[in-house]
């Protein structure tokens, strides 16, 4: 109640999600992570309070599915090729978005 009371999301949400700066691959073979599923539900509850607060009514959510490279990011050298993973991130995130209709 407190988060929602006091509304600290605004309209843009960079959607990164790592664990001490080491990356979490969306999938591994063709299958969600125990860490993946964990930040979708985080998600999914973050954007039903977003949505469902009155200040919310009518606004755009700017959000961006950031998987890092593996050069000169977060990814690991045994980490699949960002751009994919992105891509299938961003439909996660549009199920999230769904999931959180208040």
Known sequence: TRLRDQN???NGWKFR??????????RVEGRKTREMRAFLDFVTAVLRVWRSHPANQGST?????EVGPITDGYGLS??????????VL???LAACWKAAKP
């Open 61 to 65: 959510l700017f959000a961006c599915p």
């Open 78 to 87: 045994h980490d699949p090729p960002s751009w994919p993973q992105a891509v």
């Open 90 to 92: 961003a439909r996660d």
């Open 8 to 10: 600290p999301i605004k």
């Open 17 to 26: 999600f790592n664990g001490h700066h080491a990356q979490i691959p969306v």
